[in-house]
């Protein structure tokens, strides 16, 4: 059992920068596949970034709305997914969420509470 608790959510102006993170309990944080994921109001969860698990060389993945903005990355010492938000739009304002997908599993198998982020225009 893992449990994801996101922090980091808050105000900012457009163009301005957020960091989120999400801190998971539980073993073997660096066999999970991290994802962070975001849904607006009146709109779908939608993928936001992932990065592998495991050993050997770790990938990122980006939707394109984010890419060149936003960087994932991970701290397994710390069992902490971060996401850099930089140059933040009005378009970004959603609740983020985090998640997590065991080795093996097709699904993000345990999502946070979500963190809500508001920019202003």
């Known amino acids: 059992q893992v449990q994801l608790v996101e922090s980091g959510g808050g105000l900012v102006q457009g163009g301005g920068s957020l960091r989120l993170s999400c801190t998971a309990s539980?073993?073997?944080?660096?066999?999970?596949?991290m994802g962070w994921f975001r849904q607006a109001p009146g709109k779908e969860r939608e993928f936001v970034a992932r990065?592998?698990?495991?050993?050997?060389?770790?990938?990122?993945y980006y939707a394109d709305s984010v890419r060149g903005r936003f960087t994932i990355s991970r701290d397994n010492a710390k069992k902490t997914v971060y996401l850099q938000m930089n140059s933040l739009k009005s378009e970004d304002t959603a609740v983020y969420y985090c998640?997590?997908?065991?080795?093996?599993?097709?699904?993000?198998?345990?999502w946070g509470q979500g963190t809500q982020v508001t920019v202003s225009s």
């Open positions: 539980g073993q073997s944080f660096s066999r999970y596949a």
């Open positions: 998640a997590a997908e065991g080795p093996g599993s097709l699904n993000y198998d345990y």
């Open positions: 990065v592998t698990g495991g050993a050997g060389v770790t990938y990122t």
